[in-house]
């Protein structure tokens, strides 16, 4: 299934890559939640844009599947162009881990194109993160969630950190004073929203 609803809100799905395998991921846990988004391919930019159409009825167009979107950066750039020529406002929810996956800074290359990204940052410090998140890219993932958010702000304009409300409260609230200081947004997440 490339895209979806949830709430009058329309998702993509473009891969089932991540560069994390997240403990409390419902991916993990079953094969669908409300719909089924094991893809047997990824599909063309063409595909997704052709799915989409005019997305009428829709304000808001997300990049949130069973992977990481921007693992597919110049596809996700290539959609995104598309939706904002029919005047949709684009959000990416994503693992923030852009700049390591591409080996590079890629926040400006949003600009225009992303109207609020949520990130994911689900832990207060790197050891943390990775026994909960398990990247593939260990400990400096954390740190690099972090600076790619505030790179973000320059980009793009809103930006938010969240948690999952699996983790304690405690642990909580250490990423929304980390959210604070970094001048973002911060919200909790409930499981599978």
Known sequence: MITYEIDGT???NMTNRCTNTCSFCIRTESKTFEYDLWLDREPEVEEIIDEIGTADKYEEVVFCGFGEPMIRLPDLIEVARHLKKINKKVRVNTNGQADLIWGRKVAR???GLVDHISISLNASNPR???ELCSSEFGEKAHQAIIDFAIECLKYIPQVTLSVVDVIPGEEIEKCREIAEKAGTSF???HMQD
């Open 10 to 12: 329309l998702y993509i």
């Open 109 to 111: 290359e949003l600009e």
């Open 128 to 130: 943390s993160y990775q």
């Open 187 to 189: 919200r909790v997440r």
